[in-house]
């Protein structure tokens, strides 16, 4: 056997890492549908990876990752469905082997339909989704759960995407997994009636999702592509179950077109390249096309647009700009001015007053920066001095900047925008240090 501290050791351990955050999602998904106990099926996923880690080092990395993970997570289901039913009293027996019937059954349909995950109806990840945005449970309770289970998020993420105490969000996320087991609900996707109740929650869980992949809230990368593309793709799903939801269109175009810039995000390194200084060359102008495509359809039914089409409205402004200076600001600030109508925040005031800045001059958008310095919900919210930072350059106060750029980066929990922020700082103190020179245009 290898030393588990063996260069070879070493990076298998980082492959079954990258795997498991692709693929954990769907194996608890699996076990879900077998247990239809959200936390067993959670503990089921984690043996199944517990046991990768003890037999990939010797076997090697199977041909089909995910289908071992799921096919040992699905094993260890059955096996606690067996020993509930072995250990439960005579008169639980009964319920407990239907219990395993029904387990059994469902493992069998869903070996059945492997080959058609991506069909609306046999998603289990789509199942799982609505599960988990039971109306039982309070909407904030749906969204916090289903990040968890879904996007493999952190507490701590989670909690930084509510701009919520970290405390809070896993109270709610454990009564959530409490009152789904007592409620021993059907893990499907439900029709009619019950599904519009639960769209609103699986939405805000998408856009969450999508966020933390378009900026990770903390960790060694900017990015995690591989939660955008998730998003995005039951995004797609959904919207083809839901083809004449505005809402449902709207946020499959704003996906759409923050996934066009991925690439342009970052440089070779890994390094951040903030929206200005991109390649907009490097964009993905396909995606650009089926964003704006999916706004056109959701612009075309009956009714105002929501907050996801507003949000997909603005991105496509951006979309269509050939650079930043090209961009319509003002009509951008119009589209924040209905956002605030529609879902007032203090994120969304915040990115308004960069559109203001950018529309009317920094400071403009520095006056309205300034009047969200006492917003309990951004005390802690790094992009608020990073932003109010960025004014302050722009408009020659570089000490001053300085000062905030250095308050983000200690805010700031990931580590390629702590750097870029303290970039950011040293370049404000090289300014400071050199001799006067008149100004330039930029």
């Not at 904030?140 to 970290?166: C, D, W």
């Not at 998730?230 to 004449?244: C, F, I, S």
């Not at 905030?404 to 404000?428: G, S, V, Y």
């Amino acid at each position: 056997m290898r030393q588990p501290d063996s260069p070879a050791a070493a990076e298998i351990a980082r492959t079954i890492a990258a795997i498991w955050r692709i693929e954990s999602a769907k194996v608890v998904a699996h076990a879900a549908r077998i247990t239809r106990d959200l936390a067993l099926a959670e503990d089921c996923a984690q043996d199944a990876l517990l046991a990768a880690l003890e037999h990939w080092p010797e076997l090697g990395i199977p041909e089909r990752p995910g289908a071992w993970l799921m096919t040992a997570a699905k094993r260890r289901a059955l096996d606690h469905l067996r020993h509930r039913r072995l250990a439960a009293p005579r008169h639980e027996a009964l319920g407990h082997e239907t219990d395993l019937q029904h387990a059994i059954a469902a493992r069998e349909f869903s070996e059945m339909i492997d080959a058609r995950l991506d069909d609306a109806i046999g998603d289990e990840l789509l199942r799982l989704m609505f599960t988990a945005c039971h109306p039982l449970l309070a909407p904030e309770a749906r969204s916090a759960l289903t990040l968890r289970v879904m996007g493999g998020l952190s507490t701590t993420e989670i909690a930084r995407a509510y701009l919520k105490p970290e405390a809070t969000i896993a109270q709610r996320i454990v009564r959530a997994k409490r009152t789904l087991l007592e409620a021993r609900g059907p893990f499907e996707v439900p029709r009619g009636d019950a599904l519009q109740a639960r769209l609103a929650s699986v939405l805000e869980v998408l856009y969450l999702m999508f966020n933390e992949g378009y900026a990770a809230s903390a960790g060694p990368e900017w990015m995690r592509p591989a939660l955008c593309a998730e998003a995005l793709r039951l995004g797609r799903v959904l919207a083809g179950l839901m083809p004449q939801q505005a809402e449902v269109l709207g946020l499959l175009g704003l996906m759409e077109i923050q996934s066009s810039r991925l690439a342009a995000r970052v440089d070779a390194q890994g390094e951040p390249i903030l929206l200005a200084a991109q390649n907009r060359r490097r964009w993905d102008h396909l995606l650009i096309r089926r964003g704006l495509a999916a706004l056109a359809r959701a612009e075309a039914l009956v009714g105002p647009l929501g907050p996801y089409a507003q949000q997909a409205a603005i991105a496509a402004c951006h979309a269509r700009a050939p650079s930043t200076e090209a961009t319509d600001w003002s009509r951008i600030v119009a589209l924040y001015d209905a956002l605030m109508q529609a879902a007032p925040s203090p994120v969304v005031a915040l990115n308004r007053a960069v559109a203001v800045a950018m529309a009317f001059g920094p400071a403009a958008g520095l006056e309205l920066i300034d009047g969200l310095q006492d917003e309990p919900a951004l005390a802690q919210y790094h992009l608020l001095p990073a932003v109010r930072g960025d004014l302050l350059e722009k408009m020659g106060e570089v000490r001053a900047a300085r000062a905030e750029f250095e308050r983000a980066a200690d805010l700031a929990d990931n580590a390629r925008e702590r750097a870029l922020l303290q970039a950011r700082a040293r370049k404000c103190c090289a300014t400071v240090a050199a001799p006067a020179v008149m100004p330039r245009d930029r």
